[in-house]
């Protein structure tokens, strides 16, 4: 199973209206590319972290009447769930694809995280990629370029962390819909390689803080 590319119908599935519909299509559509991302990406990010890894496509089977307005594969270090762990995904909205490490809410550990980022404050606001992007609520598709962020910003995102119960914390980069769908399945893929490899130093450094 190979990964052909995202196409405009795919992003056009999050403007299809009524639940059931958007769900059909969305299966029909979009989960197959993720899956076959998940089966791209679990051996290598196992590779990379020396953690076995595994894809969990979103089900959305919380939903039942509001339609997901993004989708993605979430990968982690436990067969059952990732919503609990440092994560990776990989995912879209209408607007673009997110590729991501991730602590959200649900995670144990956040605090911990929190208190470790901020005590590596220097070297991750000089070594992240400028047009790397920042988020604290993975519920939202805006985020900040971290070359727009002040190192007091993100201190604040760091303290958040620690202190705010549903708070969360998400680096990686974005790929405007118009970009992505001119990409190549393989121009998509070693994208991503390229940053889940810069995003390693996050998901080490949450390993250290594991409670």
Not at 32 to 50: C, M, R, V, Y
Not at 137 to 164: I, N, Y
Not at 171 to 181: D, L, M, Q, S, Y
Request: aromatic letters at 12%; glycine letters at 6%; hydrophobic letters at 40%.
């Amino acid at each position: 199973m190979s990964f052909a590319g995202f196409t405009n119908e795919d992003f056009d599935v999050f403007k299809i209206d009524g639940f059931e519909e958007r769900m059909d299509a969305l299966k029909l559509h979009i989960r197959p590319k993720l899956e076959a991302l998940g089966h791209q990406f679990a051996p290598t990010l196992s590779a990379l972290t020396g953690n076995e890894m595994f894809a969990h496509v979103a089900k959305h089977a919380r939903r039942t009447v509001n339609p997901p307005n993004d989708t993605w594969v979430a990968f982690a270090n436990n067969s059952r769930g990732y919503k609990m762990l440092p994560h990776f995904q990989i995912g879209l909205w209408g607007t673009h694809v997110f590729i991501w490490f991730a602590v959200i809410y649900e995670a144990g550990n956040k605090a911990e995280f929190g208190t470790v980022l901020k005590k590596h404050l220097d070297e991750i606001y000089k070594e992240t990629n400028e047009d790397f992007v920042w988020s604290g609520d993975h519920t939202k598709p805006d985020a900040t370029m971290h070359q727009d962020l002040s190192k007091e910003e993100l201190v604040s995102l760091f303290e958040r962390l620690q202190s705010v119960k549903k708070a969360e914390i998400l680096c990686g980069f974005h790929i405007p819909r118009e970009k992505a769908v001119e990409m190549s399945g393989q121009d998509f893929v070693d994208k991503v390689d390229m940053v889940f490899r810069d995003l390693l130093p996050l998901y080490r450094l949450a390993q250290t803080s594991k409670s």
